[in-house]
């Protein structure tokens, strides 16, 4: 077994190791955690000598990304039980066999047992984001263990770290790293959808929004639907093919609404009663009067860090007060977080705070979140990153 160096923690600081949370921050560590080179396995033990888990080290407030709470080797056999795991999760799930899916979330971070690691499967296109060195230094084995899991399902490996890496390996290019690049067409509960993992947000699309697009879509029959953030058009397409009257989408981006059309006529129908917007969502808000049915409000992260988070907040409250304006009286809004520094309870609470200062008469129908292939680890509660309600406005 290989013999990786060891880091120490101060007195009493097992304890969330001993719960099986997968964070060491650094003020728990000795003096050795600055000497010790970003990226490098470690095993951490407490300060007399018991072992408690083998990580990688991040510079900064986390300094320690645990990976097993095991002793063992990190090398090929490691990554393929992990994406072995983690693809028989997805098994299970029905989302490898699926005649009306063929897009997945196969590696979700801390939710399958890896901090850092993102890989999302497009029709025969594994995506892998790296968000810390010390995953992208194991690229090259991750994708072996990902030919050896997936087989002759696997066409293609892309790399699209770049944005997510900080630090040491900052130089990093996205590209293709295996195989040959696929056309990025990709179903979901048999819709059609362009996927660009190249140019497109995230890893090119929003896997995550799945199951609340399909309950969008039970309530869309003959109703005015106004999709703001809409990047590419998920809300959008099963709004429509769901009987909708009338759907309008809104998205900064002049490159997301190009797509979003070629989303809308693949699954259209001949169907012509939708309009998109290149333009800021406030900007829109200002200037068009138009009341809709349904309003659906899914923002980027308001907040990537503690810091931010009164700031986001603040974000969140005016977005939702000018979100309500555009309700008809009894319609429905859709509202989205995706920042994991704005709990549920907070988010909630903010909501609270702007129906409070609409006027209006808000009840909540659902409360969302992230579907069973975006799983979070019952030792991380962090992990729930999007929170969603549905709200009646009368």
């Given at each position: 077994?290989?013999?990786?160096?060891?880091?120490?923690?101060?007195?009493?600081?097992?304890?969330?190791?001993e719960r099986?949370?997968?964070w060491?921050?650094?003020?728990a560590l000795?003096?050795?955690?600055?000497k010790?080179?970003?990226?490098?396995?470690?095993e951490?033990?407490d300060?007399?000598g018991?072992?408690?888990g083998?990580?990688?080290?991040?510079?900064?407030?986390?300094a320690?990304?645990?990976?097993?709470?095991e002793?063992?080797?990190?090398?090929t056999?490691?990554?393929?039980?992990?994406?072995?795991?983690?693809?028989?999760?997805?098994?299970?799930?029905?989302y490898?066999?699926?005649?009306?899916?063929?897009c997945?979330?196969?590696?979700?971070?801390?939710g399958d047992g890896v901090?850092?690691?993102?890989?999302?499967?497009?029709a025969?296109?594994a995506?892998i984001?790296?968000?810390?060195?010390?995953?992208?230094?194991?690229?090259?084995?991750?994708?072996?263990?990902?030919?050896?899991?997936?087989?002759?399902?696997?066409k293609?490996?892309?790399?699209k770290s770049k944005?997510?890496?900080?630090?040491?390996?900052s130089?990093?290019?996205?590209g293709l790293i295996?195989g040959e690049?696929?056309?990025?067409?990709?179903?979901?509960?048999?819709?059609?959808f362009?996927?660009?993992?190249?140019s497109?947000?995230?890893t090119?699309?929003?896997l995550?929004?799945?199951d609340?697009?399909a309950?969008?879509?039970?309530?869309?029959?003959s109703k005015?639907?106004?999709?703001?953030f809409?990047?590419?058009?998920?809300?959008?397409?099963?709004?429509?093919?769901?009987?909708?009257?009338?759907v309008?989408?809104?998205?900064?981006?002049k490159?997301?609404?190009?797509?979003?059309r070629?989303?809308?006529?693949?699954?259209?129908?001949?169907a012509?009663?939708?309009?998109?917007?290149?333009?800021?969502?406030?900007?829109?808000?200002?200037?068009d009067?138009?009341?809709?049915?349904i309003?659906i409000?899914?923002?980027?992260?308001f907040?990537?860090?503690?810091?931010?988070?009164h700031?986001?907040i603040m974000?969140?409250?005016r977005?939702?007060?000018?979100?309500?304006?555009?309700?008809?009286?009894?319609?429905?809004?859709?509202?989205?977080?995706?920042?994991?520094v704005?709990?549920?309870e907070?988010?909630?609470?903010?909501?609270?705070?702007?129906?409070?200062?609409s006027?209006r008469?808000?009840?909540?129908?659902?409360?969302l979140?992230?579907?069973?292939?975006?799983?979070v680890?019952?030792?991380h509660?962090?992990?729930?990153?999007?929170?969603g309600?549905?709200?009646?406005?009368?």
């Amino acid at each position: 077994m290989t013999k990786y160096p060891v880091l120490r923690l101060k007195p009493g600081k097992e304890k969330s190791l001993e719960r099986r949370h997968p964070w060491v921050f650094s003020g728990a560590l000795t003096e050795e955690i600055r000497k010790t080179e970003e990226g490098t396995i470690v095993e951490i033990n407490d300060i007399n000598g018991r072992y408690l888990g083998t990580g990688y080290v991040q510079h900064g407030s986390i300094a320690v990304r645990i990976i097993s709470f095991e002793k063992r080797d990190i090398d090929t056999l490691f990554w393929k039980d992990t994406i072995g795991k983690a693809f028989q999760l997805r098994q299970r799930l029905g989302y490898t066999d699926s005649a009306t899916t063929n897009c997945y979330r196969l590696m979700h971070g801390e939710g399958d047992g890896v901090p850092g690691l993102i890989i999302d499967y497009y029709a025969g296109t594994a995506v892998i984001q790296c968000h810390t060195s010390g995953i992208y230094l194991h690229l090259d084995t991750i994708a072996e263990a990902l030919k050896s899991v997936l087989g002759k399902e696997l066409k293609a490996i892309y790399d699209k770290s770049k944005e997510t890496l900080h630090g040491a390996v900052s130089e990093a290019q996205n590209g293709l790293i295996w195989g040959e690049a696929a056309d990025g067409l990709v179903m979901e509960n048999g819709f059609k959808f362009h996927v660009d993992w190249v140019s497109g947000q995230k890893t090119g699309f929003f896997l995550d929004q799945r199951d609340n697009r399909a309950l969008l879509g039970r309530y869309s029959k003959s109703k005015s639907v106004l999709n703001t953030f809409a990047y590419t058009g998920g809300f959008s397409v099963y709004a429509l093919a769901n009987g909708a009257l009338k759907v309008d989408s809104v998205d900064v981006s002049k490159n997301a609404i190009e797509t979003l059309r070629k989303n809308m006529e693949l699954n259209s129908n001949g169907a012509q009663n939708f309009e998109s917007y290149a333009e800021d969502t406030f900007q829109f808000f200002k200037r068009d009067n138009t009341l809709y049915d349904i309003v659906i409000l899914d923002p980027p992260a308001f907040a990537k860090n503690i810091s931010a988070r009164h700031n986001a907040i603040m974000g969140y409250k005016r977005l939702n007060m000018e979100g309500m304006k555009k309700v008809s009286p009894g319609g429905l809004l859709f509202t989205f977080s995706c920042s994991q520094v704005v709990d549920a309870e907070t988010f909630q609470q903010t909501v609270y705070s702007a129906a409070l200062e609409s006027g209006r008469d808000v009840k909540i129908l659902h409360r969302l979140t992230q579907p069973a292939d975006h799983p979070v680890s019952i030792y991380h509660p962090e992990g729930e990153y999007l929170k969603g309600l549905v709200l009646y406005v009368d």
